[in-house]
């Protein structure tokens, strides 16, 4: 007949020796406990960090505490087992280990088999941080990949083809045909109040003297000889400007 409180508490003396840092028995009756199992780079180095499931982003080691409750008839049927408490382990991951328990579980009936289902979690653990450390290095490749084909193509340019330089071309045209579009209203707007000359003049009467004050202004005064024009009734001005053989500086000399 088997003894299964013999073999179980041998087994409990000799998993307590194999995770003295991990283990706590939470009750004698039933026989509780926990061990804590962590991938194997936290074991061996508590500064190591893997990259998290966040890109770019440092976290320790996954880790997952187990907690095994021992059944009367342990090790012929299997323990009670449960994630006590875990971290960096998505949901789907914490399905996965305890799928495994139960493969393991039934492989193993009839023997102790804690140490080896903690190995199986462990090695489970080891897995799932290469896997994460692999998903993060694929995303740092292919932002990469991604940043050097932007910058390729910043460097080169667009490549021209007949798609895009008619594209380009009809765009283009629209543009100048809105320019002049704007430019001749522009003139027209602009042709609307421009006055003439002679509007000027008629519009605005400070033009007639507008010369003379701007010489006195400036110190320059304009004196008028009226002596000089006293005779001018007798002046013969009757002068043919039409004819081709008129000229003006040549009249003195006939009087001489």
């Known amino acids: 007949m088997t003894d299964y ?27 509780s406990f926990t061990i804590t199992v962590a991938s194997e780079a936290g074991e061996d180095d508590e500064t190591q960090v893997h990259i998290c499931r966040t890109l770019y982003f440092l976290c320790p080691a996954v ?14 049927e299997p323990p009670l087992w449960e994630i006590f408490s875990q971290e960096n382990l998505e949901d789907a991951d914490v399905e996965d280990i305890l799928t495994l328990l139960q493969q393991q ?4 009936l009839g023997m102790v088999m804690i140490f080896t289902l903690v190995t199986a979690v462990q090695e489970k653990l080891n897995e799932i941080i290469d896997q994460i ?8 490749r292919r932002k990469e990949k991604e940043a050097e ?10 490549v021209v083809t007949i798609e895009n330089f008619l594209a380009w071309k009809a765009k283009f045209e629209l543009e100048m045909a809105e320019l002049r579009r704007k430019r001749q209203k522009e003139e027209e707007q602009i042709g609307k109040f421009k006055l003439t000359g002679k509007q000027l003049f008629e519009t605005d009467h ?6 003379i004050q701007f010489l006195e202004d400036a110190g320059n005064s304009v004196e008028v000889d009226e002596s000089l024009f006293q005779d001018i ?10 004819d081709p053989d008129f000229h003006p500086l040549e009249m003195g000399s006939d009087e001489d």
Not at 63 to 76: G, I, N, R
Not at 149 to 158: H, I, N, P, R, S
Request: hydrophobic fraction near 30%.
């Open 63 to 76: 880790e997952a505490t187990l907690k095994f409750t021992y059944v009367e008839k342990y090790p012929d």
């Open 105 to 108: 579980a039934e492989e193993n």
């Open 149 to 158: 084909e932007a910058e390729k193509v910043a460097f080169q340019g667009t």
């Open 233 to 242: 009734d007798g002046l013969d001005l009757d002068l043919d400007l039409d």
């Open 5 to 31: 409180t013999e073999e179980q508490r041998n087994e409990l003396e000799a998993i307590e020796s194999i995770y003295p840092d991990s283990f706590t028995v939470l009750s004698e009756v039933p026989t």
């Open 133 to 140: 450390k692999n998903r993060r290095e694929e995303e740092k």
């Open 206 to 211: 400070n033009l007639d003297t507008s010369d």
